[in-house]
């Protein structure tokens, strides 16, 4: 099993460009997420997903839209990028099982992003 | 607004040493999780804590969690080079269907031979 792949791995993009960030997860997870790390802030959520054809938003959702059109995708997209979006973009998963406490979630390897 | 605040940002320490890391928050939570990220790497769970006082050890790390369940420790004995790299805690929070995770700032570990 691959777990929890991300593409593209990096990019650099110029203010205004948009671009589209690929989840994918081979465990048949319900619960997908988006979230964005940036140094000294640990990892803020930006969007989640409870389901196929489900979205909700998470923390810090301002400048991104996401769609799970499949069950095992989860694709976050910039519209008009800009220099605050500057971070390393982690996608992660979740059974999102009964037992909510001890739900755990895999993260895939993170996508390095640059807006110049 | 950052609800989870780790102690120490930073820690270099010699292999062989104790360690304890800090995760404090006002906010109540029900259950608390560690992970450890290495360098170009997501996140990967360490431990779940779900009751309040609860103790769980992994080999050499134990963790606490809070009797209130608002804050949690993470103790390190005779540290190796091995547990080099970022600690993150987590606090759960069920809301509507969804547990969602409230990460803290991180402890970064480098541990020297």
């Known amino acids: 099993n691959a777990g929890v792949t991300q593409t593209p791995k990096f990019r650099v993009l110029k203010t205004g460009q948009s671009m589209t960030l690929l989840c994918a997860q081979d465990m048949n997870h319900e619960y997908m997420y988006w979230y964005r790390q940036d140094p000294g802030m640990g990892l803020r959520l930006i969007h989640y997903?409870?389901?196929?054809?489900?979205?909700a938003k998470g923390e810090v959702p301002d400048g991104y839209n996401v769609s799970r059109l499949k069950k095992q995708n989860f694709l976050l997209g910039l519209e008009s990028a800009a220099p605050s979006q500057t971070s390393v973009y982690f996608c992660?998963?979740?059974?999102?099982?009964?037992?909510?406490?001890?739900?755990?979630?895999?993260f895939g390897p993170g996508t390095r992003l640059t807006v110049l | 607004t950052q609800l989870l605040e780790q102690s120490p940002q930073f820690l270099s320490i010699q292999e062989g040493e104790n360690l304890t890391v800090y995760c404090n928050s006002s906010s109540v939570f029900s259950s608390l999780q560690w992970y450890r990220q290495e360098p170009g790497e997501g996140p990967v769970l360490l431990v779940t804590v779900v009751t309040g006082g609860e103790v769980k050890k992994l080999k050499r790390l134990t963790f606490q969690f809070g009797d209130a369940r608002k804050d949690s420790s993470l103790h390190i004995t005779a540290a190796q080079p091995g547990d080099t790299g970022l600690y993150l805690c987590?606090?759960?929070?069920?809301?509507?269907?969804?547990?969602?995770?409230?990460f803290g700032t991180g402890t970064r570990l480098q541990v020297t031979l």
């Open positions: 987590a606090g759960a929070k069920i809301t509507g269907t969804a547990s969602k995770l409230t």
């Open positions: 997903s409870v389901g196929e054809g489900t979205t």
């Open positions: 992660a998963s979740s059974f999102g099982a009964a037992s909510w406490r001890t739900d755990t979630q895999y």
